[in-house]
């Protein structure tokens, strides 16, 4: 598969379709989205998800506020998106994306104000996020190889936890996207996906990204990674980010941490793959960063049946963080950091 072979985000016909990941991989359906509202919801109830994917529909959605608004008035459009932007970036709270697309395309909307089709000038910024998200991606997809044909001189299996591919991103992918590069340059054998509960990310999303690639794949339950480590030639894990503070601390999906202890353990080497605007350098560590909390009922039920018992009191945390202190290297599109802390991170980023 060429990682195009299905669209995560695509606006067509005036309006925006997602591919509806809740639906994966039984349904290839789309979600489309004709208003603000649509789009908050579509991001609220995971139909899209993943950093990245997160801050590009955030401005398509803008998209359609300035389109809504200036159908009203064209005098009055940009005060009236100034509330919609607002609204947006609350969406969810822990990938910084989306708060960098918002503030992104609010910069934009400044020169907009006197233009005769501000429609088409802000989809123009929206197009021009997502072109430049896949760009990015394959310049990551090459900085993550250079690196491990520095570290291994023989073929080799890596392991990944929830999903950062085409469906995360604007297309091909971040950790998705370096595997994807590895293995077109020979360097691994297999992927190991964790299922990633409990929304199977891995299972669902991962697991059917690599299928249609071409690329061997084994599905894991998330508690087989010390096994793995020990009994197959995993050499690398490889995952993404929804959040990377100052000093190189990584809030990732829930189960990255632990993973990356066991990693440490067996001496197996962890990279996180995140684009630029995933690393907030406003924050100073892990500590500061917002972990969402979502519904006890993802955990006692699958799908509608209940699996749990009944009354159970549950916690969901969506995300956790990894310290930098576990991490060998992070690959952006503006280079790579080895061996993360505030220096190194201040370095390339500031």
Known sequence: MNSRSFKTIEWRDNALYLIDQRALPESERYIECTDLSSVIEAIKLMVVRGAPAIGITAAYGVVLSVKHHHRQDQNTWYRMVQPDLDRLAQARPTAVNL?????????????????SNPVAESLQLANQMLAQDIEDNRTMGKLACDVMVQSNSNVFSVLTHCNAGALATGGYG?????????????????????????????????????????????????GASAWLMTEKNIAWVIVGADRITANGDVANKIGTYSLAIVARYHQVKVMVVAPSSTVDMALPNGQAIDIEMRSEQELTHLGEKLIAPDKITAINPVFDVTPAQLIDVIVTEKGVVKKPCAESMRLLFC
Request: aromatic share 8%; hydrophobic share 45%.
């Open 99 to 115: 708060a960098w697309a918002v503030t992104k395309m609010r910069d934009g909307l400044k020169g907009l104000r006197s233009v």
């Open 174 to 222: 971040t950790a998705l996207g370096a595997i994807r590069s590895a293995w077109q340059r020979g360097l691994i054998d297999r992927v190991y996906a964790d299922e990633t509960r409990p929304w199977l990310q891995g299972a669902r999303l991962t697991a059917w990204e690599l299928q249609k690639s071409g690329i061997p794949v084994t599905l894991n339950v998330d």
